[in-house]
């Protein structure tokens, strides 16, 4: 197996243990987002605070906001492969000539 082979096995266990690792060891917790979280905070600060802005378009369910922004993700870590592949072959080209 060459040193490329194993390098990327490597860091494919360790990303598989960083995301299962959280889930299988905190029982009965909800992972909120961030919105949800300054939401409450500023109930707690001000609750007579009321919101000047409201989503264009709301989401049916959780698995809908899920899977859009796990959608956005991979989009744009397709375009920054992309972009760090267009700059190696360039670097390559430039090399060879």
């Not at 987002?33 to 989401?59: M, R, T």
Request: glycine share 12%.
């Amino acid at each position: 197996m060459s040193e490329k082979k194993k390098t990327g096995i490597i860091l494919l266990l360790i990303c598989v243990v960083i995301a299962v690792f959280p889930l299988a060891w905190v029982r009965d917790s909800e992972f909120g987002g961030a919105d949800g979280a300054a939401e409450e905070l500023i109930a707690k600060i001000n609750p007579e605070y009321e919101a000047w802005a409201s989503p264009v378009v709301e989401p049916p369910g959780g698995e809908t906001e899920s899977l859009l922004f796990c959608l956005q993700a991979a989009l744009g870590a397709g375009v920054l492969g992309y972009g760090f592949g267009v700059l190696r072959e360039r670097h390559r080209q430039e090399e060879r000539a």
